[in-house]
């Protein structure tokens, strides 16, 4: 296979059985009270863990913070070409400063299939997507790039993304997606990105306590940002999106492509602002707030043939360690089992070791307040986390051929 990256644009005591009638009718009565007191002090919660994002939102809008650096790609040899249209290249300048090898691409048209004029790769060249701001889209309107490129929970957008047949005949590729996030630092009077990866060390200009942040954050970014192949077009007020990626994979395949035609690939990224758009079956208890990212059902379907709903939920049952903050603590660990978690070295290994404590049980079961509760403070605590601790983040995606 050959190869094309392409990078993108947060108890109780027991009570005596001699106690009078009385007595425990008060005991009774103040448990009452207590459990409506748990509940307020829970509604606040949640309330306390919006406000953190819609504060991380506002904060995101003053330090642009959380950034997608852009789009590009890059080329070889393969039986089609990789192209974009669009009108703008999202933090151009950020993008040109992490990946020094990317430029504007070939400009050329094609007739078929869409009309209009797209930028190509060539041979090893990087190429700079674009995007086309939507006059109904509050976070595209704006024409003035600077006022189109903040990124925080309750983004979305499409990557724009074009296969262009070189000859006739069958294209196929097989496209994986991954975020790469990065961190802003002081390079004397300039801003330095650093890239969040596995081989950053203190060389970087980050304490290692800072590189032990902003690894945690771009674990949570990594599950927080959710590809899809569809989008709900026929009403999109009951729900955004279709098809979810749950695998980072997207296999598209063409039969009889003809030569020169530019064939589109749907890929559609978001950030979830509240829990509720993703885990609720139903909004029977009034838990939603903000518009689903699938059709909210509970018909899971079958394990050949899973509904939207099942894969999202299965998604956020494979990557909690990704998805929530502070579940450790959330699920009531002991001091022994917190320290056994904490000694465990990979997102797989927490991930396992977290289902022990059945916290799978609460994702199933997410509309009972309760565990949305405590699942909703765990996804906002992680939007705090990336807002706090990154600058600017990409979605890389490799393009290979199954040819």
Not at 74 to 84: G, V, Y
Not at 225 to 252: E, W
Not at 365 to 392: K, M, Q, V
Request: include cysteine; aromatic fraction near 8%.
């Amino acid at each position: 296979m050959n190869d094309i990256k392409k990078k993108f644009p947060i108890g109780e005591l027991p009570q005596s059985a001699s106690q009078s009638s009385q007595v425990v009718d008060e005991i009774a009565e103040k448990k009452r009270n207590q459990k409506k007191s748990l509940i307020k002090l829970g509604a606040m919660g949640v309330l306390i863990a919006v406000t953190i994002i819609i504060g991380s939102l506002s904060w995101f809008t003053a330090n642009r913070a959380v950034e997608t650096s852009g789009m590009g790609v890059k080329s070889a040899t393969l039986p089609f070409d990789i192209a974009t249209k669009g009108t703008q290249v999202r933090n151009r300048d950020q993008i040109l400063q992490a990946r020094e090898d990317y430029n504007d691409g070939k400009n050329e048209s094609f007739t078929k299939i869409e009309n209009g004029t797209y930028y190509t790769a060539e041979n090893t060249d990087g190429l700079l997507l674009r995007f086309s701001p939507l006059a109904d889209d509050p976070a595209t309107e704006d024409i003035d790039e600077s006022q189109t490129s903040d990124i925080g929970p309750g983004s979305q957008g499409e990557l724009s993304l074009y296969l262009i047949a070189k000859k006739d005949g069958v294209i196929d590729a097989f496209i994986d997606l991954n975020v790469v996030s990065f961190k802003a630092v002081k390079d004397g009077d300039n801003e330095k990105l650093i890239e969040i990866g596995d081989g950053l060390t203190t060389d970087s200009g980050l304490t290692a306590a800072e590189i032990t942040v902003c690894r945690e954050a771009d674990n949570f970014l990594k599950g927080h940002i959710m590809f899809f192949k569809d989008k709900n077009g026929s009403d999109p007020a009951l729900y955004s999106y279709m098809t979810p990626v749950t695998d980072g994979r997207i296999h598209f395949h063409i039969d009889n492509a003809e030569n020169g035609t530019a064939y589109k690939v749907p890929i559609y990224w978001t950030w979830t602002n509240t829990l509720g758009q993703i885990a609720l079956k139903t909004n029977e208890n009034g838990l939603l707030d903000g518009i689903p990212v699938v059709e909210m059902t509970t018909d899971m379907g079958t394990v050949s043939a899973p509904t939207d709903k099942a894969l999202v939920l299965k998604y956020l049952k494979d990557n909690k360690s990704r998805v929530f903050k502070d579940l450790d603590i959330l699920s009531g660990l002991t001091e022994e089992q917190k320290t056994a978690y904490d000694a465990l070295e990979t997102d797989e290994a927490k991930a396992n070791y977290l289902a022990e404590v059945d916290i799978d049980t609460w994702i199933d079961n997410a509309d009972e307040r309760t565990y949305f509760d405590l699942l909703s403070e765990g996804y906002n605590n992680a939007d705090f986390s990336i807002g706090t601790d990154l600058d600017y983040f990409m979605i890389e995606v490799t393009v290979k051929s199954g040819e």
